[in-house]
Nanobody
Framework: QVQLVESGGGLVQAGGSLRLSCAAS????????VGWYRQTPGKQRELVAQ???????NYADSVKGRFTISRDTAKNTVSLQMSSLKPEDTAVYYC???????????????WGQGTQVTVSS
């Protein structure tokens, strides 16, 4: 199994910054794409940013220019640097990763437990 643990959430004023981290552990041989998603009550979970195994990135239009996703393959961590935060960025942020537990197994999607980000106006 693969465990994803997010950290770095908290309360910040509008215009401030936060850095989220997602650490992967457990029995896996490789991780491919990793994404950060967010969800607010009553709304669907939405993609914020994603990064492929070769470092290609993709961002939601609402965060382009403000958020940066990066990964440290050696440490099995993915970070999301969030700057110029707005109240509408308030949400629970989840890490998602595609991983496989052996070289012959299928890729499976795993989720972290989420971390709360609250941006006050």
């Amino acid at each position: 199994q693969v465990q994803l643990v997010e950290s770095g959430g908290g309360l910040v004023q509008a215009g401030g910054s936060l850095r989220l981290s997602c650490a992967a552990s457990g029995r896996f041989v490789s991780i491919s794409g990793v994404g950060w998603y967010r969800q607010t009550p009553g709304k669907q979970r939405e993609l914020v940013a994603q990064i492929t195994s070769d470092g290609r990135t993709n961002y939601a239009d609402s965060v382009k220019g403000r958020f940066t996703i990066s990964r440290d393959t050696a440490k099995n961590t993915v970070s999301l640097q969030m700057s110029s935060l707005k109240p509408e960025d308030t949400a629970v942020y989840y890490c998602n990763a595609d991983a496989r537990t052996s070289f012959t197994s299928r890729w499976s999607a795993y989720w972290g437990q989420g971390t709360q980000v609250t941006v006050s106006s």
